[in-house]
């Protein structure tokens, strides 16, 4: 069972008397404990230098009395006692209130006589002689509190928008500092890929040199290797007028020859392309087509052909490193015995040898000479046969084209579906020979 309350006894008509008790402490959970029935408190003639933080909390408190006490100060929390309309402070150590003083706004009377104040609540207190300056000190006492708290508010106010500036302001030059190394990241990843750029051109220069440079040097080996052949046959070097005027017009000939087969090529495309229409508008359509067609097909040749040179080389490097080091070694080995093989037979057999090649080379130049007369011989009649078929030739390929478009109409008109095939095995063909020529030309 819960123990007797020691300050019932003090309570008579809502007032508790505990004056004149020698307190040095408010007994604040006895107080609490007898409930909303305690209105006034009577705490006068005690020693108490402070107040507990817990007793503004007894907000149902009306009347107090703290007066010939030793208080150096109030609570932070004393504006608790909301429904406060009396305070004794009468000669106690106040020096000043709290700022929380201002929201006792239902205070009607206020002593604050025989304390230390300070000169700004000094002059809002006055005298408090009468009950009259009693209520006149609650009144200013509270508006003077309440001033201070708006000029604490408004300064709480400046100082967080000045704090808010600052952080806003730090939080700015963290962005700017961000973006800064953004930039230089940006700058450093951009040159890092300029610099890139620069060596792999670089790169590609050196490699166009050096094949420029093999190119020149195999030019240069095949040209002194014919040098020595027309030197070795026992001619002279300088040809014959006759003979390079046959060749020149040889290869004239192969050159028109490959030039209507181009030509048969390219009309063949562009007839298929414009699905037989060789008006200048289909025509002016399809060439961007034919051309970005070639382009992708020529491209696709050359990466496989690049990839297969690639695997080729790859899987051919081992047995050709291996089949050079075992020749190597082979050449070492049997270089010895050739050349003693070749000093005993130039020795024993040089005189027989020498003659034999003599008569080989009297017998080739003989040879050499009668082609040469027969071809000269040969040349006019070739030469004349070819002028007089050169307008049947024309004839010839002018007839082809007329029949191959008749022809094609006709198939186009009457056999779509067979048109459509012949069409898509042509471009077939096409393909063939296309990757036909690529080989052919990089076998040479």
């Not at 006034?40 to 003639?45: D, G, M, P, Q, Y």
């Not at 230089?184 to 050196?206: G, L, N, S």
């Not at 490193?321 to 005993?344: D, N």
């Amino acid at each position: 069972m819960a123990g007797r309350n020691p300050l019932k006894d003090k309570l008579e008509d809502e007032e508790l008397d505990l004056s004149m008790m020698q307190l040095t402490d408010v007994p604040v959970r006895d107080i609490e404990q007898l409930g909303s029935k305690v209105l006034t408190v009577n705490l006068s003639h005690n020693l108490l230098t402070t107040l507990p933080g817990n007793f503004p909390l007894l907000s149902h408190i009306t009347k107090l009395d703290l007066s010939k006490n030793q208080l150096v100060e109030l609570p932070e929390n004393f504006g608790g006692f909301k429904s406060l309309k009396s305070l004794d402070l009468y000669a106690n150590q106040l020096v000043k209130l709290p700022v929380s003083f201002a929201q006792l706004k239902n205070l009607k009377w206020l002593d604050l006589k025989d304390n230390p104040l300070c000169p700004a609540v000094k002059q809002a207190a006055g005298d408090c002689i009468t009950p009259n300056d009693c209520a006149m000190c609650a009144k200013k006492v509270v508006a003077l509190l309440q001033s201070m708290e708006s000029q604490l508010q408004r300064e709480r106010q400046r100082r967080m928008a000045e704090e808010m500036a600052q952080q806003k302001e730090i939080e700015k030059r963290e962005e700017m500092e961000r973006e800064r190394v953004r930039q230089e990241k940006r700058a450093a990843k951009e040159k890092r890929r300029e610099e890139a750029r620069v060596r792999e051109a670089e790169t590609k220069k050196e490699t166009d040199q050096k094949v420029r440079h093999e190119m020149q040097l195999n030019g240069n080996q095949n040209a002194k290797s014919k040098n020595n052949l027309h030197s070795s046959n026992g001619h002279a070097s300088s040809p014959d007028p006759a003979v390079s005027r046959s060749c020149l017009g040889s290869l004239v000939m192969f050159l028109l020859g490959l030039a209507v087969i181009g030509l048969g090529l390219a009309v063949s495309l562009i007839w298929i392309y414009t699905e037989g229409r060789l008006d200048s508008k289909s025509v002016s359509t399809a060439l961007p087509v034919i051309q970005s067609d070639v382009e992708d097909y020529l491209m696709a040749v050359g990466l496989k052909t690049v990839k297969l040179y690639e695997q080729a080389e790859k899987s051919a490097k081992p047995y050709v490193e291996s089949s050079l080091k075992s020749g190597k070694a082979a050449w070492k080995e049997g270089g010895v015995y050739m050349r003693k093989g070749a000093k005993y037979m130039e020795a024993n057999y040089g005189d027989l040898f020498a003659n034999i090649l003599a008569q080989v080379k009297t017998a080739c130049g003989i040879i050499w000479s009668y082609v040469l007369i027969g071809w000269q011989a040969i040349l006019p009649v070739l030469l004349q046969a070819w002028e007089a078929s050169k307008p049947y030739f024309h004839q010839l390929g002018k007839i082809i084209i007329e029949k191959s478009v008749e022809l094609w109409e006709f198939l186009h008109s009457n056999f779509p579906v067979y048109a459509d095939w012949v069409a898509e095995v042509f471009g077939s063909v096409s393909q063939i020979a296309a990757k036909s020529w690529q080989k052919i030309t990089e076998a040479f």
